[in-house]
């Protein structure tokens, strides 16, 4: 479960990026987020992967305050939480193989693991034979996919995507996802961040507008709500 009180993020320039969020997902939910450009979206997603730190209030992932969490145990707190971005991120002189392999390897898994685990992961997101490319080599689509089996390979019960779509063209976007539900329906939570106003109009689920740093609107199988 994600729990947050009364969350404020103030940047160091000033900006109020939240203001005063609270907000509880539950363990299993699926869930957009969604508003305008500037809106504190990519903060609010930031906060829960320990990327930006909250400036005051609790962030609580399966009751453990993120807060206080040391630096080097970051790693493990991302072992719970895997993240998918627009632009992928994929480390671009390592194979798709090797990126998931390396999310495993920054755990310290077991060697003799990773490699059944890789090729799993590879396999369940469509990319078995495509192990040995490197980034450069594979579409959009497919770079996504590679990020996707990275952000899972650790069986994160987290896993928080900012705008996973926005680079993919239409058909991609829908396979992108068709698999964050099925990872979903694997017991994984996902919320995810986007602009796609078709995608949250047609696979319904829990939707949270924030504006101007505030929640909105937080409604079970919302609807986008925006013309953009
Ligand atoms: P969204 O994802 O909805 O577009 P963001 O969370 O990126 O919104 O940004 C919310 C506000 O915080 C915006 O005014 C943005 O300019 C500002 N902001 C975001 N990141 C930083 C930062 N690192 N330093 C200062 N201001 C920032
Ligand atoms: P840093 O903390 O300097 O960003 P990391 O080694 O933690 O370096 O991460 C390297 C890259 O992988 C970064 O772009 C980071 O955002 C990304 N990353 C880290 N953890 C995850 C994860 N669980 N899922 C997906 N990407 C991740």
């Known amino acids: ?49 320990r990327e930006e730190k909250p400036s005051s209030g609790v962030i609580l992932i ?23 971005f627009q632009d992928f991120k994929l480390l671009p002189h390592l194979t798709a193989y090797e990126n ?32 040995d490319a490197l980034p450069s ?12 089996a990275r952000a899972i390979v650790n069986n994160p019960g987290f896993l928080i995507a900012d705008e996973p779509t926005g680079n993919l063209d239409p058909e991609n976007s829908w396979d992108i996802m068709y698999l964050l539900e099925e990872i979903n329906a694997r017991g994984t939570t996902v919320v995810m961040a986007t602009h796609n106003k078709e995608i949250v109009n047609t696979i319904r689920k829990r939707v949270i507008a924030i504006e101007n740093g505030v929640i909105v609107r937080d409604e079970e199988q919302g609807e986008y709500g925006y013309e953009d």
């Open 1 to 49: 479960m994600i729990e947050m009180h009364d969350v404020w993020k103030v940047y160091p320039n000033g900006v109020e990026a939240l203001r005063g969020i609270d907000v509880r997902i539950e363990q299993g939910e699926f869930c957009y987020v969604v508003g305008p450009s500037g809106a504190g979206k990519s903060t609010f997603i930031k906060l829960m992967y």
């Open 62 to 84: 399966n009751g453990v305050n993120v807060k206080r969490v040391r630096d080097w145990k970051i790693p493990y707190l991302r072992r719970k939480i895997g993240v998918v």
């Open 100 to 131: 998931v392999a390396f999310a495993m390897e920054a755990i310290e898994a077991p060697r003799r693991k990773i490699r059944s685990r890789v090729e799993e992961v590879l396999e369940l997101v469509g990319l078995a034979d495509r192990m």
């Open 137 to 148: 080599q594979l579409s959009g689509g497919e770079q996504q996919r590679v990020s996707i």
